[in-house]
Nanobody
Framework: DVQLQASGGGLVQPGGSLTLSCAVS????????IGWFRQAPGKERDGVSC????????YYTNSVKGRFTISRDDAKNTVYLQMSSLEPEDTAVYYC??????????????????????WGQGTLVTVSS
């Protein structure tokens, strides 16, 4: 049973920084790709970033390139999303999701959220002055 727990959200002013964490359990962590997706109120869920099971490949949606960094710590079974230069349009519930990077599709379907098999509950990020 794959379990993902997103945390670290909160209120931040425009231009500020925030780091989100995704704790993963129930799988062999280094065999799973992990993606971050976000959904603003009343809007569809969109891909933000994805990291391959090995950590060798990363992917970002154009709007966050140069501002966000995804990473993974295999010793802690945790994936991070470091966010800087935050903008009001970054406001959303951020979800982490997983897909088998060895037997499944990994990050190959990013940025489509429908390609990820396992999902966490999400954490709210609000960027406002």
């Amino acid at each position: 049973d794959v379990q993902l727990q997103a945390s670290g959200g909160g209120l931040v002013q425009p231009g500020g920084s925030l780091t989100l964490s995704c704790a993963v359990s129930g799988v062999t962590f280094d065999e799973y790709a992990i993606g971050w997706f976000r959904q603003a109120p009343g809007k569809e869920r969109d891909g933000v970033s994805c990291i391959s099971h090995s950590g060798k490949s990363t992917y970002y949606t154009n709007s966050v390139k140069g501002r966000f960094t995804i990473s993974r710590d295999d010793a802690k079974n945790t994936v991070y999303l470091q966010m800087s230069s935050l903008e009001p349009e970054d406001t959303a519930v951020y979800y982490c999701a997983a897909d088998d990077g060895v037997l499944g599709r990994g990050c190959s379907t990013f940025p489509r959220h429908s390609g990820m098999k396992h999902w966490g509950q999400g954490t709210l990020v609000t960027v406002s002055s």
